[in-house]
């Protein structure tokens, strides 16, 4: 009934190629590792994860744009929904570490064991 159109890439995101998304993507996730395994505070390695986070959620929607396919942001969707939630879960947990400790230094988590 409907002739059969080729999705093609709009023309926005034809000026920028894809390598340029993966080098960018791959920069901030690097970025992301380094911050949680070299940082101590617990707020900065919860901005670590996020930019981990971010970085895959840009390279999701640079290969959905240029598939032509709304499966990439679909999944960035429930991503950021759950990177919501993980950070509400851990910035109150990190607040209630720091009412019992007056520290938010993660070294100081090891004499929470049993």
């Keep these: 009934m409907f002739p059969q159109v080729a999705p093609s890439i709009p023309q926005v995101i034809q000026l920028i190629p ?3 998304y993966l080098w960018l993507s791959t920069a901030l996730f690097v ?16 901005m670590s994860i996020e930019l981990m986070l971010n970085a895959v959620n840009l390279l999701l929607v640079a290969f959905s744009s240029y598939r032509s396919d709304p499966t990439g942001q679909v999944f960035v969707f429930f ?5 919501a939630a993980e950070v ?8 209630m570490i720091y009412r ?12 929470l064991k049993f």
């Design 88 to 95: 509400a879960v851990g910035l109150a947990i990190i607040v």
């Design 79 to 83: 991503i950021m929904a759950v990177a």
């Design 18 to 20: 894809l390598n340029n």
């Design 100 to 111: 019992n400790s007056r520290s938010i230094d993660i070294g100081f988590l090891n004499k």
């Design 31 to 46: 970025i992301g590792i380094v911050g949680v395994l070299t940082r101590r505070n617990a707020i900065v390695v919860f």
